[in-house]
DNA sequence: TCAAAAGTGTTGGCCATACACCCATGC
DNA sequence: GCATGGGTGTATGGCCAACACTTTTGA
């Protein structure tokens, strides 16, 4: 490679951040952690909890470290993945900001308590910042919606649903998981075939939860299975309306 | 966030690359394309293709140039879409150093003529450079992994498989892709069914073309479709016995 | 020169399985 | 009303056999 660059190819550094979607489930509807920005640019606008990447540590332990800050949970107990890389030239006023997006997939966690941080994290449901398309700072609606159809077609082929749900419960707890990430309702008597037939995804506890009114529900801890076989896979209808595909944007 | 800084947690700026993983299909064997380092540090060593994000473009717009810097190709012809960052502290001696890896997927193409670069672009065999856990230099052999991974799932979810293929081919030529691609040997019959079901997947272009022994085989040309439906799934052994799974490293 | 063999693509059938839809039962 | 379990028709996939078309071989 040419080691003389004109203005045009010049390469400078630049500063490396990571930024989380952290989806939850509650009151049967789809949740993502966002926070209030405190400063410029952005101010007073939702983004996602991130933060930057410190010199001695990798770009998973900075997720972890990121998540715990924000959520005071430990982010061992949750899954989390990497989505991809964002670092679009202009995505941030400030300058050259590459923005590696992490994925996580937890139960219903209490809230850090207001002046852990500065900033005040909240869970706000997600149907409403897909719609308005600035609801977000930066390219965080994107990213938004990268994670969410990452995390509907995880649904499909891992056990990851599970990390929805608390310690144990039962089939109906993650099936309400299906239904509100993919937005469909599901067949009881099908969804249960498939999920308690697939191999050390669910462990039976032996245990029964009395809901307020029906049978009681056996109650499931989940297994150690990270693959489902056979995958739960989203009709076609559903598939196509929601799958972005993949490719260059 | 504190503005307060110790020494660990210093923030520093970093060096922004990207990084090919450019797969193609040649005498029924899947090769990558690497090139030999020219200088230090891993000086002579086989890696992958790439180099560092200019101040004013896109990683996708890096991608892009690098692919056509190195294959000589016009990137628009291939598939292309990014992996996922690599940003361990130690990955690169020289200092921070993050990398955007990207997946490519093309027909067997001309190589560059020695000389349009300063190093050298050749093809090789995939499975010698799996085997073999430091044939490639910094942490280019774990991107080649996941990269042939994302390759396999992709296959079985999109219709990309055509990109391996020539403007026109046969069934059997696609065939051979996902059995070279995943290393399995598959039922002519089946396959057929398959992928001429799956609806603007494969568009007949009325002719045919005689192999050296043989019937005639009818020629297609790629269609619009991107999702395949129904997927074009690996059996439960396969899946097994080669996916990685999502999740932290 | 012609016929048989070999090799590859193409088509169809059979059967087991998996799923969607529906209904019955327990609490 | 909800969880659970079973039954049935349909769709799909794996396996297999037959057929179509061409080149090669050899008498």
Redesign the pocket.
Known sequence: MADSRTRRDRVGAAAITVDLVIFTVRDDELHVLVIERGKEPYLGRLALPGGHVRDDETLDEAALRELAEETGLDGRKLHLEQLRAYGDPGRDPRGRVVTVAYLALGPDMPLPVAGTDARAARWVPVQPLLEESAALAFDHGVILREGLERARSRLEYTTVAAAFCPETF???DLRRVYEVVWGVRL????F???VTRAERFLIPTGERRT?G??????LYRRGPAQLLH?PLLR?GDVARAQSTGPGLR
Chains 1, 2 share one sequence.
């Open positions: 039962t089939v109906a067949d009881p008597s099908n249960r075939r498939k809901p009114t029906g049978r009681p529900a056996a056979p009709t």
